[in-house]
T-cell receptor, first 114, second 111 residues
Framework: QKEVEQNSGPLSVPEGAIASLNCTYS??????FFWYRQYSGKSPELIMS????GDKEDGRFTAQLNKASQYVSLLIRDSQPSDSATYLC??????????????FGTGTRLKVLA | DADVTQTPRNRITKTGKRIMLECSQT?????MYWYRQDPGLGLRLIYY???????NKGEISDGYSVSRQAQAKFSLSLESAIPNQTALYFC??????????FGDGTRLSIL
């Protein structure tokens, strides 16, 4: 089992719809969770950080964390063609200053159709 | 100005050449990382450093070396480049359990 798993996609949604991206992780002790957006050939750009169970909203983006089920998701409301990119899930297995590890999934490619 | 700056942005070189990729940051973060990204393989950690005197191997360090010249500078060297080191290279920084911040990347091609 991979440490952080994402469906590679592509996930295609029509413009204006909600895009739902999912990520599961294997380390039950994980404390910090991040979503990055990466356009082709560009660097990963942080979209959301989430540290506790529940939902966290920022504009059109909502991150959802369920530690009991070991998954984290990203919802994009009112999807726009400019949201078309690869979305990377990253997990920091142990919180605090004692760890280096940020485990990245291989990403889900999202296509928003105009 | 970018908080994490990588130079060069693009480099084409020949097999056997020594190459250095440089990273500098103005974020004041103590931790710095080097990753490579290949299509379909995601980000793979090469080396990381928690401070100037701390250097650690990541999952794919063979064929690479690093130097942390100052808290703000972390360079990656390929001593004798080979074609399968052709990839997109990213430097990242972080502090504590906060998210990593990435530079714009270096596209490296080895012929």
């Amino acid at each position: 089992q991979k440490e952080v798993e994402q469906n590679s996609g592509p996930l295609s949604v029509p413009e204006g719809a909600i895009a739902s991206l999912n990520c599961t992780y294997s380390d039950r002790g994980s404390q910090s969770f991040f979503w990055y957006r990466q356009y082709s050939g560009k660097s990963p750009e942080l979209i959301m950080s989430i540290y506790s169970n529940g939902d966290k909203e920022d504009g059109r983006f909502t991150a959802q964390l369920n530690k009991a089920s070991q998954y984290v998701s990203l919802l994009i409301r009112d999807s726009q063609p400019s949201d078309s990119a690869t979305y990377l899930c990253a997990v920091n297995p142990v919180g605090g200053s004692g760890t280096y590890k940020y485990i990245f999934g291989t990403g889900t490619r999202l296509k928003v159709l105009a | 100005d970018a908080d994490v700056t990588q130079t060069p942005r693009n480099r084409i070189t020949k097999t056997g050449k020594r190459i250095m990729l440089e990273c500098s940051q103005t974020k004041g973060h103590d931790r710095m990382y080097w990753y490579r990204q290949d299509p379909g393989l995601g980000l793979r950690l090469i080396y990381y450093s928690f401070d100037v005197k701390d250097i650690n191997k990541g999952e794919i360090s063979d064929g690479y070396s690093v130097s942390r010249q100052a808290q703000a500078k972390f360079s990656l060297s390929l001593e004798s480049a080979i074609p399968n080191q052709t990839a997109l290279y990213f430097c990242a920084t972080s502090s504590g359990n906060q998210p990593q911040h990435f530079g714009d990347g270096t596209r490296l091609s080895i012929l």
